[in-house]
């Protein structure tokens, strides 16, 4: 996570070798970016078509600035995160999914968007009361992370719903997950006292289709798909 330079590059090097035209870079100094949970995300750097010479208080510059953009990442992240469920809110979801959408189709990578919930929140609250609710979204949106992996996206897209964007995951692949959270959810939901009340979770899965034009046709269809199995009590009950 240092800075670096390279004083006097060969032209045979994969940073000198970038294509960007002529004149060639002969001086590169550049120090990498890290996310919040550590993933490399690029690099901050600089660079010249002659050779020249960075100093320590100038790399040390080089470090602080990066540290500083890394700050910023982060704050912004935090911003658009739901503070009860630490997984991205509405807004921010749809926003990153999109992105995701054409970056992941441009690399004919696939994907499956699942949809998550539970019926009959308000009832919930006045049988166990909003802190007993509240802990059951924390371990919903903590069971999705730790189901998928670090470059899936989890988002709350309603007060007891979750959306997902699981990626190189084809939708059978997706179908089966959504089965094992909702047993694992089921089995939370038996050490709450229900008093004859009987909460539901319902879950969709789609994938992108030729004529989609971007993330919120996907989104759309696995929507639809939601409330027809909670309208229609299609979906195993929990």
């Known amino acids: 996570k240092t800075a670096y330079e390279i004083r006097n590059c060969d032209w045979s090097s994969d940073v000198c070798s970038s294509d960007l035209g002529e004149p060639r870079i002969r001086f ?20 010249d078509h002659i050779p020249r010479e960075f100093g320590s208080n100038q790399l040390g510059l080089l470090t602080r600035l990066t540290d500083s953009l890394q700050h910023e990442l982060y704050l912004r992240h935090e911003a658009s995160l739901c503070r009860l469920t630490s997984t991205y809110e509405r807004s921010s979801f749809l926003r990153i999914a999109d992105d995701d959408f054409f970056r992941l189709r441009v690399a004919s990578r696939t994907f ?18 909003y802190q007993d609710c509240d802990e059951l979204l924390r371990f919903i949106a903590a069971l999705l992370r730790s189901s998928t992996s670090p470059y899936d996206l989890i988002g709350r897209i309603g007060n007891a719903a979750f959306s997902v964007v699981l990626v190189d995951t084809t939708v059978d692949q997706a179908a089966s997950l959504s089965q094992r959270l909702c047993t694992m959810i089921q089995e939370r939901l038996n050490t709450l006292p229900c008093d004859g009340f009987v909460p539901l979770c319902f879950s969709a899965v789609s994938e992108p289709e030729p004529h989609d034009h971007d993330f919120l046709d996907v989104f759309r269809r696995t929507q639809l798909e939601f409330h027809h199995h909670r309208d229609k009590h299609e979906h195993p009950q929990l």
């Open 112 to 129: 499956s968007c699942l949809t998550l919930g539970l019926k009959g929140l308000g009832q919930m609250i006045e049988h166990w009361g």
């Open 28 to 47: 590169y100094a550049g120090a990498p970016i890290f996310s919040h949970t550590n993933q490399p995300l690029g690099t901050l750097c600089v660079i």
